[in-house]
């Protein structure tokens, strides 16, 4: 039982190529959200989708687009990446309240 | 928006010592989550709250939903150098899936053997 896979786990992106994490869950939990993680500054929320089909802006969603594919996949795309994306991005998944985590994909942007 | 702030920032601490945590909102929280995060992993929950006053343990760890619901607390009972990692709190006014999270910058413990 894989929980939530993130792919790639590292990445270096020149400023202004595109790029999509891809995030898989096998819960068969409802919903997904994407997250981004900068030193000092905890989890902030970029997409979350809360259920197949539907997708919302999360507190930094500016720079990014999502995909909800199906209920296992929810995909996070950089349209053109700029360095202030560097960061480490974390999907997770939900049935209930409590979410769960993937090992998250570093991405750096030079 | 709602915010958290969740102390103390660091800790340093001996082995076999506890160590307590907190998180206090701007705003109620109907669930309270605890997570925990080892350098270069994900989040893992260690433990939810759903109703205030309730205090729910889970080994060695204790946790707590303030009686005001503004408000949680994190005990960690004789320390172990595998309890080094990030701390976070969690909340949400929601009970449901597809609730927005809330959280805490974090606490970094550091266990000295």
């Known amino acids: 039982n894989a929980g939530v896979t993130q792919t790639p786990k590292f990445q270096v992106l020149k400023t202004g190529q595109s790029m999509t994490l891809q995030c898989a869950q096998d819960m068969n939990h409802n919903s997904m959200y994407w997250y981004r993680q900068d030193p000092g500054m905890g989890l902030r929320l970029i997409y979350y989708?809360?259920?197949?089909?539907?997708?919302d802006k999360g507190e930094v969603p500016n720079g990014y687009n999502v995909s909800r594919l199906n209920k296992r996949e929810f995909s996070l795309r950089l349209e053109s990446a700029a360095p202030s994306q560097t960061s480490v991005y974390f999907c997770?998944?939900?049935?209930?309240?409590?979410?769960?985590f993937g090992d998250g994909t570093r991405l750096s942007i030079l | 928006g709602q915010q958290l702030n969740q102390s103390p920032q660091s800790m340093f601490i001996q082995e076999g010592e506890d160590v307590s945590m907190n998180c206090t909102s701007s705003s109620i929280f109907n669930t309270w989550l605890w997570y925990k995060q080892d350098p270069g992993e994900g989040p893992v929950l260690l433990i939810a709250?759903?109703?205030?006053?309730e205090l729910t343990s889970n080994g060695r760890l204790t946790a707590q939903f303030g009686i005001t619901r503004k408000d949680s607390f994190l005990n960690i009972s004789a320390s172990i150098p595998s309890d080094v990692g990030i701390y976070f709190c969690?909340?949400?006014?929601?009970?449901?899936?597809?609730?927005?999270?809330?959280f805490g910058e974090g606490t970094q413990l550091t266990v000295n053997p």
């Open positions: 709250l759903y109703k205030a006053g």
């Open positions: 997770a998944s939900s049935r209930t309240v409590a979410q769960h």
């Open positions: 969690a909340g949400t006014l929601k009970e449901t899936s597809g609730s927005r999270l809330t």
């Open positions: 989708s809360a259920s197949e089909g539907t997708t």
